[in-house]
């Protein structure tokens, strides 16, 4: 009978060092993760992040926010993408540099058509296909991350 009351202490014992330990996970259970393995993160209602990696450039950001509207929001491809907040640093990952895009234009920002691609102006935008679409572009990188 004293072994069966001691092993049932040990079940709960680690039965709540278990539960503690799936409380205390950090946020990155909650991201989602594109194509080309960038964090996509809420910021708020209808606004989310791009989180940068060593050696992001624009075409990362957009790939990542197309993925993340095409697969993940279920967005038509025809939907436009904006810029919410042009590039700076991170509101879910301190330290680190994001992007902040929305389905929506910012208000009173300049959603003209731009020739080159840019994470610096808000209110950018460009397609949800197009944006997947750089995706594409840097598949050898996976093979021989060093170009």
Known sequence: ?????????????????????LICM?????AWRAWNHH???PVSEGVW????????????YWCGIGDFAIR?????ATQRIY??????????????KSVQFSLTPPPGS?????????????GDNIN??????????RRDDFFFPFN
């Open 110 to 122: 300049d959603t003209s058509t731009r020739y080159s691609l840019s994470v610096k102006v808000r």
């Open 83 to 96: 810029i919410w907040k042009e590039i700076g640093p991170s509101v879910n990952r301190p330290g680190r």
């Open 39 to 41: 964090e996509v993160l």
């Open 72 to 76: 993940a929001l279920r967005t038509q």
């Open 49 to 60: 992040e791009v989180v940068n990696r060593v050696g992001s450039g624009a075409q990362d």
């Open 26 to 30: 950090p946020v990155t259970a909650f």
């Open 1 to 21: 009978m004293r072994w069966i009351v001691e092993n049932a202490g040990i079940k709960h014992g680690l039965a709540s060092v278990l539960l503690s330990c």
């Open 128 to 137: 949800a296909a197009t944006a997947r679409n750089y995706c594409y572009d």
